[in-house]
């Protein structure tokens, strides 16, 4: 258990404003505001874990001259937060890192009934048999990614991972079977993606990305970088518009323009663009990091790697095996390490409260490493899944309630057949034994050396 589980009277939600004040926030974290904002910028890892030993699993932190929130990593706290009606705890989407280059219109960043709206409008090519459709895509792509890699010499594996699921995401979007020709406004998007993907882990992304916090619209440096993504998409829907076989297409853009909300109105360019941005870059990046994570840990854990081979080749077992071990990588290494929600009214935290209008923040890393939950949380054990299926409040690698991951069916879908392809097909090893540290770019967490790995041989 961790110290904040521990507390007594753990009950967590809406109270009257006069218990509130009286039971009053977490303890602060005794750090100076930059210290705190730096480390938990950089290295948030040790942050959250240093903070729980040292005042418990729920604490209040300054990152400039007020109290800028609290975070925690409480169970109970999470189930409040993530099961309360959406007005009493909504999304801090809207004020979320990606609101400058999503914009405030996309299913990510609006909130209220504008969220709603786009979310039911995408939710239903996301899930069940539209998913069956992408797994030939998947397949396709992992196959035809892995025969280039080289053998015997180190590689990282986040830039494969990315090209794989960069392939997938677009032919969902686009419609694209093939691979796009070059010149074709496909083909641009897809360089321009892989390009700034890249970019955004230089110190000079990573730059950016500052000038950027808290800000509703890009900073100046930011905006030629975007415009460069946003033209072959404007050209692309331009196209699609115009396209005679519209009402016959099934990818999301074709279905995008045709859709009408319960009023009647289309959505707009605008709308659009935001939509398919939103889709490419929380789409991709994302799933291909959690694999990345997945190879990190495994190349550094002989037991489970061994376990993961034999039943992938002997075929016994094979999909319960693939399956733990994706939900023990995303445990541990989640690429969205937190989800934030601001609670509009009085809020109990176990034994503390918070004000109406604070921003809370779930520490996902926290809850994925709480003892009560998880025994040996550190430990990479995928067996621990062993007839066991991921808690809705205790397993948040795509966070939960009604902002949950829109994409979580998909990435799954994709984690299972590269995960499998790769497992049947390659003996890897790790390029170096030190774990990898986290990297933190925007909203995720990924490896910094991006998983690098050396392939022995290949099948
Ligand atoms: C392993 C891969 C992925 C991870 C770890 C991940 C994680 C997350 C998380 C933590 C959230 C926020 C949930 C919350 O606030 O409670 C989210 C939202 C979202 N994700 Fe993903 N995601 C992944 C893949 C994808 C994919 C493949 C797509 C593309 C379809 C996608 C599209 C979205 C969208 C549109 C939202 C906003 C949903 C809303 O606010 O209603 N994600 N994701």
């Not at 290295?43 to 800028?68: K, N, Y």
């Not at 939710?123 to 890699?149: C, M, S």
């Not at 109105?265 to 870059?281: F, M």
Request: glycine share 8%; charged share 25%.
């Amino acid at each position: 258990m961790t110290a904040g589980s521990q507390q007594v009277g753990s009950v967590s939600g809406p109270v009257p404003a006069a218990e509130a004040a009286a039971l009053g926030p977490p303890p602060l974290i005794p750090l100076p505001p930059l210290v705190q904002l730096l480390r938990f910028r950089q290295r948030q890892i040790e942050f959250v874990f240093r903070a729980r030993r040292q005042i418990g699993g729920r604490f209040s932190m300054r990152t400039g001259e007020s109290v800028a929130g609290v975070m925690t990593g409480d169970p109970e706290d999470v189930r409040s937060l993530l099961a309360a009606k959406p007005e009493l705890a909504p999304s801090t989407a809207g004020e979320s890192p990606l609101r400058p280059i999503l914009g405030p219109d996309s299913v990510l960043t609006a909130t209220g009934a504008r969220h709603l709206r786009q979310r039911k409008l995408l939710l239903p090519h996301f899930h069940g048999e539209a998913i069956e459709r992408y797994t030939a895509a998947i397949a396709e792509a992992t196959e035809r990614e892995i025969d280039t890699w080289p053998l015997g010499r180190a590689f990282p594996l986040a830039p494969r991972m990315q090209a794989i699921t960069l392939d997938v995401i677009m032919a969902g979007i686009f419609g694209v079977g093939a691979q796009p020709a070059p010149g074709t406004a496909e083909h641009r998007l897809r360089t321009v993606t892989r390009r700034l993907g890249q970019f955004t882990t230089t110190a000079a992304g990573q730059a950016v990305e500052m000038l950027n916090a808290r800000r509703h619209e890009p900073a100046a440096p930011a905006r030629p970088i975007l415009s460069m993504i946003y033209r072959p998409i404007e050209a692309l829907v331009a196209e699609r518009r115009a396209a005679d076989d519209l009402g016959e297409r099934r990818d999301i853009l074709s279905l995008l323009l045709q859709a009408r909300t319960e009023e009647g109105e289309e959505l707009s360019d605008a709308e659009i663009r935001a939509e398919l941005l939103t889709l490419i870059l929380a789409g991709h990046e994302t799933t291909a990091n959690s694999l990345a994570w997945a190879w990190e840990r495994l190349t550094r854990a002989p037991a489970a790697h061994e376990r993961l081979l034999d039943a992938v080749r002997s075929e016994a077992d094979a999909e319960a095996v693939v399956e733990q071990t994706i939900y023990e990588a995303m445990r541990s290494r989640p690429v969205v390490p937190l989800t934030g929600r601001r609670v509009t009214v009085p809020w109990r935290l176990g034994p503390y409260a918070v004000p109406a209008g604070t921003g809370v923040l779930i520490s996902i890393l926290l809850v994925h490493h709480d003892e009560g939950l998880y025994p040996k949380p550190f430990e990479f054990r995928p067996e621990r899944w062993a007839g066991r299926r991921p808690g809705t409040y205790e397993w948040l690698p795509f966070g939960g309630g009604i902002r949950r991951c829109l994409g979580a069916s998909l990435a799954l879908a994709e984690m299972r057949v590269v995960l499998a392809t790769m497992t049947r097909r390659l003996d890897l090893v790790c390029a170096e034994p030190e774990p990898e540290p986290a990297l933190h770019r925007n909203v995720t967490m990924i490896p910094r050396r991006g998983a690098r790995v050396v392939v022995l041989s290949r099948r």
